[in-house]
């Protein structure tokens, strides 16, 4: 570890291609969790009822069994189809075996992850907290392509981040006093709960998802209460303008639900690189002060 300190950009490189790699493994996270998830509640419902008669899925899925493989054909992927970003260039884009085309999504999940990692690493330096923050920026991407895909954020994932947050708050490698982290759980999980509750009462529906408040109360977990009302502005901002473009490209009403947590996701890292020169730019461009 000693040899960041001394070449700094050595931890860029090695953050970013650490990202690279991970950024593929999200691939698989992304794509195969709600799956697992979907697996893990039918055999909870054909246990808890058994008097509906509901088949227990036979399907076994984790995030390593089995092997990757073409969703057209079944073929299993190769290995060397399996190097991130560079195999998908070199088979332009399809299937080695069938032609099918691979979407671009899987490169460009790759590229985000390593960009990111490598941001970070650059920005913050070599620390514990800055390999925390990468894990926790991969925690997000993760979250945020499920909640696209799905309308899902996974307890699995959340909720380790939330708990994580207080832990190296804990254990000091986090600036963050641990205070201010079980204060941003706490705050941030009631802030959005008192909006859901709210928002029912008066119109008797359901305005989102019970993992929107993990997901607020873990970036108040990592980040502090102090970066809660920043992080719902910048979401509420970001959520209200890219909602009504992909609505309106949609072509669907305005009552037509769309994934929040992405915009949380977005938020929430964009405070934590830029949220003290976005307030002290609002304080001094727009109040004066």
Same mark, same amino acid.
């Given at each position: 570890?000693?040899?960041?300190?001394?070449?700094?950009?050595? $931890?860029?490189?090695?953050?970013?291609? $650490?990202?690279?790699?991970?950024?593929?493994?999200?691939?698989?996270?992304?794509?195969?969790?709600?799956?697992?998830?979907?697996?893990?509640?039918?055999?909870?419902?054909?246990?808890?009822?058994?008097?509906?008669?509901?088949?227990?899925?036979?399907?076994?899925?984790?995030?390593?069994?089995?092997?990757?493989?073409? !969703?057209?054909?079944?073929?299993?992927?190769?290995?060397?189809?399996?190097?991130?970003?560079?195999?998908?260039?070199?088979?332009?884009?399809?299937?080695?075996?069938? !032609?099918?085309?691979?979407?671009?999504?899987?490169?460009?999940?790759?590229?985000?992850?390593?960009?990111?990692?490598?941001?970070?690493?650059?920005?913050?330096?070599?620390?514990?907290?800055?390999?925390?923050?990468?894990?926790?920026?991969?925690?997000?991407?993760?979250?945020?392509?499920?909640?696209?895909?799905?309308?899902?954020?996974?307890?699995?994932?959340?909720?380790?981040?939330?708990?994580?947050?207080?832990?190296? @708050?804990?254990?000091? &490698?986090?600036?963050?006093?641990? !205070?201010?982290?079980?204060?941003? @759980? &706490?705050?941030?999980?009631?802030?959005?709960?008192?909006?859901?509750?709210?928002?029912?009462?008066?119109?008797?529906?359901?305005?989102?998802?019970?993992?929107?408040?993990?997901?607020? @109360?873990?970036?108040? @977990?990592?980040?502090?209460?102090?970066?809660?009302?920043?992080?719902?502005?910048?979401?509420?901002?970001?959520?209200?303008?890219?909602?009504?473009?992909?609505?309106?490209?949609?072509?669907?009403?305005?009552?037509?639900?769309?994934?929040?947590?992405?915009?949380?996701?977005?938020?929430?890292?964009?405070?934590?690189?830029?949220?003290?020169?976005?307030?002290?730019?609002?304080?001094?461009? &727009?109040?004066?002060?």
């Amino acid at each position: 570890m000693e040899v960041f300190l001394y070449y700094p950009w050595l $931890f860029v490189v090695f953050a970013t291609i $650490f990202g690279l790699i991970v950024g593929s493994f999200l691939n698989v996270v992304i794509y195969r969790l709600p799956k697992i998830m979907e697996i893990e509640w039918r055999h909870e419902c054909a246990e808890s009822f058994p008097e509906y008669k509901i088949q227990a899925p036979t399907e076994k899925l984790t995030l390593s069994v089995p092997r990757s493989s073409c !969703q057209q054909c079944g073929t299993p992927i190769r290995v060397r189809d399996n190097i991130p970003v560079i195999s998908w260039l070199l088979l332009k884009g399809k299937c080695h075996n069938c !032609q099918s085309s691979i979407s671009v999504r899987y490169p460009l999940i790759e590229l985000l992850t390593a960009l990111c990692s490598g941001f970070l690493a650059f920005y913050f330096g070599f620390s514990y907290f800055t390999i925390a923050l990468i894990f926790f920026t991969f925690v997000l991407i993760a979250a945020t392509f499920i909640d696209l895909d799905t309308m899902l954020l996974p307890d699995q994932l959340t909720l380790p981040l939330m708990w994580s947050g207080i832990a190296l @708050a804990l254990t000091g &490698i986090s600036p963050i006093s641990l !205070q201010d982290a079980v204060i941003g @759980a &706490i705050a941030g999980y009631l802030c959005l709960w008192s909006v859901y509750w709210g928002f029912k009462l008066l119109t008797g529906k359901e305005g989102m998802g019970y993992g929107d408040f993990k997901l607020l @109360a873990a970036l108040g @977990a990592w980040l502090g209460w102090q970066s809660l009302p920043m992080i719902i502005l910048l979401s509420s901002i970001v959520g209200i303008i890219f909602g009504l473009i992909q609505l309106r490209l949609q072509k669907q009403g305005i009552e037509k639900a769309f994934p929040f947590g992405p915009y949380l996701a977005i938020a929430g890292w964009v405070s934590l690189i830029w949220g003290e020169q976005i307030l002290n730019w609002y304080f001094t461009s &727009i109040l004066g002060v």
